[in-house]
């Protein structure tokens, strides 16, 4: 049997997603995505991003560290008590109240 062929049939396993990213849209939400984020680490992973960014930003960092739930806060949802959650391995996403994340 050539290389190639045992190259084949060799399956990698696939990293698995965990965790929480959690990110600001902008300066003002930033103080809030910090507080959450230090609740979540008692019970989860969670990385929380110190930045603000876009929402695609957000999501490309969240990918990037192979993590399960992409969480952000903007304005909208700081006013509203609120937080986007988006679950990256089923793909769907939901507004949740911050006291239930």
Known sequence: MGIERLL??????????????????????????????????KSDKAVVEYKRKSLKNHLKG???????????IGEDERNNGTVWVKDLQEKTEKVIPQKEF
Not at 62 to 72: E, G, H, L, S, T
């Open 62 to 72: 969240a990918d990037k560290i192979n993590a399960r739930y992409c969480v952000v």
């Open 8 to 41: 084949e049939l060799i399956e990698m396993p696939q990293p698995k997603r965990e965790g929480y990213y959690i990110g600001a849209m902008d300066d003002d939400s930033i103080e809030l995505a910090i507080e959450l984020g230090h609740k979540k680490r």
